[in-house]
């Protein structure tokens, strides 16, 4: 496997969310008023911080890739107590799901069953947000070329705090997507639709199935609903002609910028690498080093 490829998933998933973390929760239209064509890292907005500031979205992906390095393994229970410590930090930006999931893995609920607590007590409308598949993706890098156990870890890695299948199996066809980019595969989406599909949401795949075949269809979404979040980050990750695009298109589309942002950035980062990933953006996160370091070590568990 590529190590530029592999950095790149890393990096590219925390440029995204850093870039469109200042504009947050804004239509396309205010980001475009405010800011013409948002390209650069810029400081303050939404949550009020510096430029190249990291979310959620990222946090979390440290939180996998980190455990992963460290046990050698996916160990969902240490990946749980990574959530949990790292939500007694204080984030300034964490999901409503992720919240009550995590508050009550604090309370003692093992990792499995947390998520689906909260899930079964969500109306439909609030079960289903993106919260995991915006973390997820640091999964692929090792198990790049065992889809089955790719597929199994990562609708686990969402069942801690996602348990609904749009969720689970949502994160289960990006990461296969992902590792098939990474393997040079001729139709990375197709294959993990192909892969994945049988037992996934009817729903999950009717959003999908025409991105895969080279479709783009209309009215993209960018709420934080999951269906929505990857039907649009999947498209601008897999139709941009450079890192760069997949990603400013993304956070200009509005809505739930860095979470679209993220996983553009993932999709587009193993595709182009991280040396696509332009300087300017990578020298403005202070994460940049570890990502870089923690992609390299997945490469070689």
């Not at 992963?68 to 799901?97: K, N």
């Not at 553009?264 to 193993?270: E, I, K, P, R, S």
């Amino acid at each position: 496997m590529d190590s530029d490829r592999a950095r790149g998933v890393l990096l590219g998933l925390a440029c995204g969310d850093a870039l469109g973390r200042p504009v947050e929760f804004k239509s396309a239209s205010e980001i475009s008023a405010e800011h013409g064509r948002l390209d650069e890292m810029i400081g303050h907005g939404t949550w009020n911080q510096p430029a190249g500031t990291i979310t959620d979205d990222t946090e979390q992906a440290l939180c996998i890739a980190r455990s992963f390095v460290e046990q050698q393994a996916f160990d969902p229970a240490d990946v749980a107590d990574r959530f949990v410590a790292w939500y007694d930090t204080g984030p300034f930006d964490i999901g409503g799901m992720t919240r009550r999931a995590l508050t009550r893995l604090k309370r003692g609920d093992e990792w499995d069953k947390a998520g689906q607590q909260v899930w079964e007590q969500s109306p439909e409308g609030q079960n289903a947000g993106n919260g995991s598949v915006m973390r997820c993706a640091p999964l692929a890098i090792p198990y790049v070329a065992d889809w089955e156990r790719l597929a199994e870890v990562s609708r686990q890695s969402s069942q801690i705090t996602h348990a609904d299948p749009r969720c689970t199996y949502g994160c289960a066809v990006l990461n296969v997507t992902i590792a098939g980019l990474l393997d040079d595969a001729a139709s990375p989406l197709g294959d993990a639709l192909d892969y994945v599909g049988s037992d996934a949401p009817d729903e999950l795949m009717a959003a999908l199935e025409p991105l895969a075949r080279g479709e783009s269809p209309d009215g993209l979404e960018t709420s934080g609903y999951v269906v929505h979040s990857l039907q649009t980050a999947l498209h601008d990750g897999l139709v941009a002609e450079s890192a760069e695009e997949a990603i400013v298109t993304g956070v200009n589309r509005g809505g739930d910028t860095d979470t679209i942002g993220a996983i553009a950035g993932a999709v587009a980062g193993a595709r182009f690498g991280a040396s696509a990933l332009p300087d300017r953006w990578l020298a403005a996160i202070d994460e940049a080093e570890e990502l870089e370091s923690l992609a390299e070590q997945l490469t070689s568990v």
